[in-house]
């Protein structure tokens, strides 16, 4: 249905920024 393939989306698109983040927090520290 659209309802779970558009939680599915959501899901991904939450995995890709906490990847993001790790992988910038990797790379350089972030100012707090």
Known sequence: TLFT???R???QL???I???KEGR???TPLPQ
Do not use: D
């Open 18 to 20: 906490t990847l993001g």
């Open 5 to 7: 393939e558009g939680r």
């Open 25 to 27: 927090c990797n790379l």
């Open 9 to 11: 989306e959501k899901l």
């Open 14 to 16: 939450l995995k890709a």
